[in-house]
């Protein structure tokens, strides 16, 4: 078991399960581009902990949690909305669809073809964004606030009542 404290840039899923490696390390938000589109605090870190390990002697696996919170725009009331994120996952790393068959049903499998390799940063980017709500919203009424008093109807003139003072 060999344990690592820095994130390393790619994974090497097949040399990591056979040595059980152990990561755990932060990245800024601002450094996955498909969550920095979305998130309004972008100098804020992810916690992230991996494990790896092979499952069945062959198939490489790993579970993780990603900790993290991420401010986004509520859908309803446009303001600033902050979501505490604690995304725990199993994957299985599985090259044919076949593979899958004997893995144990709590993991997710991850087709990665004949790729050994995978971009750290995008395997936390797909889960993170697995992870956030469709619509995230307040869980109180929020919304437009509008007061009814406040609202006054416009008398329209019609443009030829000048007219009739013509006569």
């Known amino acids: 078991m060999e344990k690592v404290k820095q ?3 790619t994974l090497k899923l097949f040399n990591f399960a056979k040595k059980e ?3 755990h390390g932060e990245c800024k938000i601002s450094n996955m581009p498909r969550v920095s589109k979305i998130a309004k605090n972008n100098d804020d870190s992810v916690e992230v902990d991996l494990s790896f390990h092979l499952d069945n002697g062959k198939i490489p696996c790993v579970k993780g949690i990603i900790d993290l919170k991420v401010v986004l725009d509520c859908q309803r009331c446009l303001d600033n ?3 505490d994120l604690n995304i725990p996952f199993k994957l299985a790393f599985v090259k044919y669809e076949n593979q899958a ?3 144990d049903n709590s993991y997710e499998t991850y087709h990665v073809g004949e790729v050994e390799e ?3 940063i995008d395997l ?10 469709m619509v995230p919203s307040h869980n109180f009424a929020c919304g437009l606030n ?11 003139k019609h443009p030829f009542d000048v007219l009739k003072n013509l006569k």
């Open 124 to 133: 936390i980017t797909d889960e993170i964004l697995l992870s956030i709500p």
């Open 21 to 23: 490696v152990i990561l």
């Open 81 to 83: 909305l902050e979501i």
């Open 7 to 9: 994130l390393p840039k």
């Open 118 to 120: 995978l971009e750290t």
């Open 146 to 156: 509008i007061d009814q008093e406040k609202i006054v109807e416009e008398v329209r």
């Open 101 to 103: 068959d004997g893995i």
